[in-house]
């Protein structure tokens, strides 16, 4: 028997599903950070749907007629950041044959978002602290300054006071992100949101896909409801899609969820029995990879004498993503110099 999608409950924040305790708590935050106008940190693991708390705190906020400009920090090399950012003007460089206006002045007066603000560089740290401090930028290539009252955002999954006691991010930055901070919970700690987040993910993904499904069987619901969920909200609405898409019937049924240990789901009996062992493995498994991650790391950056640039090329990774190993195992590149 398939149980019908309910209706998501009223929302308090715009695009959020969800009516739980800490949801509502979250919300509220929100709506009181959305009346100021100090920088604002979120903090939450992968998935959990930083950037849609940011667009509330945007659009529930006095500037919401105004742009609101994401921009993904761990995706924009080094090189190009202080383009990206403040733009450039005709001559700055070789290939510069015109003007380029930068996200900054896009936002104008707007709200800047800047997802994986932990990815930041040092020389970026440097140059996002002046404009959080003076209020100013000045594009590439040019004498004049420019001031800007944009609202900024940062958001990371990181911990950032562990990573400024490691000295891969600046104390000041911090503190300058820190004036107001909200932390978004994981979905496994609102457990009570998922009947809503299907429901609003199943009718969605069946509408865009022009899908007949229509409700979830009780026994995949309760399959949902038991699985951790490590990648939260955005895991989440993978597995429905996939689930949707390749559903045989009008429901959702346990064999169309593609959730690891998923083979034992028809037995409950024997899936009580295996959990514990499940998770111990998992638990071992993450350990050692860590374990190994940690010492091939230490003895890759030892060799090439604390070199980022030369440690990346060895390991086979780009400079950014080995650069976000580092701070993930808070290794300080400066012991293994050499004096």
Known sequence: MSTPLASPLPQALPCVVGASRCIREAAEQVQLIAQTEATCLLLGETGTGKELFARAIHYLSPRKHLPFVPVNCGAIPDALFENEIFGHVRGAY???????TGLLAYAGSGTLFLDEVDALSAAAQVKLLRVLQEQEYRPIGSARTYHTDVRVVAATNCDLRHCVACRTFREDLFHRLNVLRLTIPPLRDRAEDIPLLVSHFVKEFADRHRRPVRGIDKDATSRLLAYR????????QGVLQRAVLLARGDSIVTADLDLPGNEMAGNPAEAAAGQPFENSLKSAKEMVVRQFELSYLSNVLRHCEGNVSRAARMAGKERRSFQRLLRKYCIAVTSFRST
Do not use: F, H
């Open 94 to 100: 070789t290939d510069a044959r015109s003007e380029e």
């Open 229 to 236: 969920w490590p990648g939260n909200v955005r895991e989440l």
